[in-house]
């Protein structure tokens, strides 16, 4: 007999599933996603503000535009797909948590788990809604609910929420500066709806139970932890909740993404440090590349570290104005060590190239995991990477440990080695300590270059693409079960 459970919040999907659906159906696709309007009238969808046509988007209001761009990602999607009943998307626009300074975008993610169905490929294990539908060859739960919930933040852009940083509706990937995709962003989260999705608890290790007993996801048996050196399908709760948050040691063993992440994650960009006056900062140190600058090369970057000292206004390294005669001084034709914070990574990286530095390192300012420098400004020419909090401070005590002497380091990419994976090339998961909900083991590691779709964040140097050579949302997708390309 068929299991289903509800995985998403149910008041959404009730007041979207009573208003008419959009069909999103390309030219010669063989899927179909169905766009569900449950916007009340004057929201979201339904915004008659007028707007201005933009980036390929013709629609003459807010509302019209927010539509077209669902409908255009939606048919980006259908055209990846293989045939199957309808997935219906319930979409609505809502007051999503906000600041000045910070937002959260939207969400997106299956609405019902099933398993045990006809077709399905595994017994007692779990499968996102979509996913089942499309194995079994018809509608599980004939109609009565949707396969994928989405909201998004109907505030962003406004006083009060990220006000210089509105959802751009164009789609022809050209977003100003400062603007966040939409169309990027509803790619990513629809990628989540269809089965990008850890069905299993990170925070506590806990699976779905139909009320009875609890089940894997299909999603456990390709993530592997290093460390433990086993799947999560053979481990305990309390096993999981360790290796959700051991980072760098998460790994996904699909044979799809291990095919193609060869073709898609440059080599891993490293910094080694070299002094014989404070051998305790000689070594490798991991980064983060930057979208903008100058890339780091296998040939490499060459010079002294330079930090930034305090300035004469008291502030402590950020590089957020133009530097002072000494840090000046102190950084022309050297690696500028500078931190977080304040002002954006760009500025940072134009100050000190004004200054006469050939490169800039930013320490991060919170103890998190490595992720890389986002940002545009094409005069910036100098190489960029973002560091370790712990590094940064530990690289800032071994130059004043090494006086006149210096540290010597070499920025460059090891090709033998592919970007966020272990050494057998095993793209690693995003699992930072602490574990971050929503985010943590459903998402590529931030360290992919370059930066994936299916990353924690979204990324200035997306494209509209999700499969190899580019991107690696598809090949997971059918490590996961999905029929594409059979």
């Known amino acids: 007999m068929n299991k289903h459970l509800s995985f998403s919040a149910k008041a959404l999907c009730a007041v979207a599933m009573a208003v008419a659906a959009l069909g999103a159906q390309a030219a010669g696709a063989k899927a179909r996603l169905l766009i569900v309007n449950g916007d009340p009238a004057g929201v979201g969808f339904n915004d008659t503000t007028p707007a201005t046509p933009v980036g390929g988007n013709p629609g003459t209001t807010l509302g019209e535009q927010r539509l077209f761009v669902y409908d255009y ?176 040691n998460l790994v996904w063993t699909g044979a799809n993404v291990l095919a193609d992440a060869p073709k898609v994650l440059n080599g891993t960009p490293f910094l080694k440090l070299f002094s014989q006056a404070a051998p305790d900062v000689a070594g490798t ?26 300035q004469p206004d008291g502030v402590t390294g950020l590089a957020c104005t133009a530097l002072s005669p000494e840090n000046a001084a102190a950084v022309a034709g050297k690696v500028a060590l500078v931190d977080r914070g304040t002002c954006a990574f760009t500025i940072k990286a134009k ?24 940002g545009a400004d094409s005069t910036v020419v100098i190489p960029a990477v973002r560091i370790l909090k712990t590094d940064g401070a530990k690289i800032r005590a071994g130059v004043a440990a090494a006086g006149a002497a210096g540290v010597r380091g070499n920025l460059r990419v090891d090709n033998n080695v592919r970007s966020a994976s272990d050494a057998a090339g095993r ?57 594409i390309g059979q």
């Not at 022809?172 to 995709?181: E, F, K, Q, R, S």
């Not at 140190?285 to 903008?292: D, I, L, N, Q, R």
């Not at 699992?431 to 924690?456: C, F, I, K, R």
């Open 73 to 248: 990602v939606a048919k980006k999607w259908a055209r990846e797909l293989p045939p199957g009943p309808p997935i219906r998307v319930a979409a609505s626009w809502q007051a999503l948590t906000c600041t000045a300074s910070s937002a959260v975008l939207g969400s997106a993610g299956a609405y019902n788990v099933w398993r045990n169905f006809p077709n399905a490929p595994k017994q007692d294990v779990w499968y996102s809604s979509a996913l089942a539908n499309t194995l079994a060859g018809s509608d599980l739960d004939e109609g009565a609910d949707p396969e994928i919930i989405s909201r998004f933040n109907v505030n962003l852009g406004t006083p009060g929420c990220l006000p210089s940083s509105p959802f751009y509706l164009g789609v022809d990937n050209v977003a100003p500066a400062g603007h966040i995709n939409f169309a990027i962003v509803l790619l990513h989260e629809l990628g989540h709806g269809l089965g990008f999705q850890a069905l299993t608890s990170g925070s506590t290790g806990a699976r779905i139970s139909d009320g009875s007993n609890a089940y894997p996801a299909m999603w456990e048996s390709f993530m592997y932890d290093n460390t433990a050196g086993k799947s999560w399908a053979d481990m305990t709760d309390a096993e999981r909740v360790t290796s959700g948050i051991n980072t760098d």
């Open 285 to 310: 140190y991991p980064v983060g590349t930057a979208s903008f600058g100058a890339p780091v090369t296998t040939t490499g970057l060459k010079g002294d570290i330079a930090p930034i000292v305090d």
């Open 351 to 374: 100050n000190v190239q004004n200054a006469g530095a050939v490169g800039v390192l930013v320490a991060d300012n919170v103890v998190a995991g490595l992720t890389g420098l986002g």
């Open 427 to 483: 793209p690693r998961l995003y699992a930072p300590n602490p574990y971050q909900s929503g985010s943590s083991v459903s998402h590529w590691d931030t360290a992919a270059s370059p930066n994936l779709l299916m990353e924690p964040a979204i990324n200035a140097d997306l494209t509209q693409k999700v499969k190899a050579p580019v991107d690696l949302t598809l090949p997971l997708l059918k490590d996961i079960g999905w029929p």
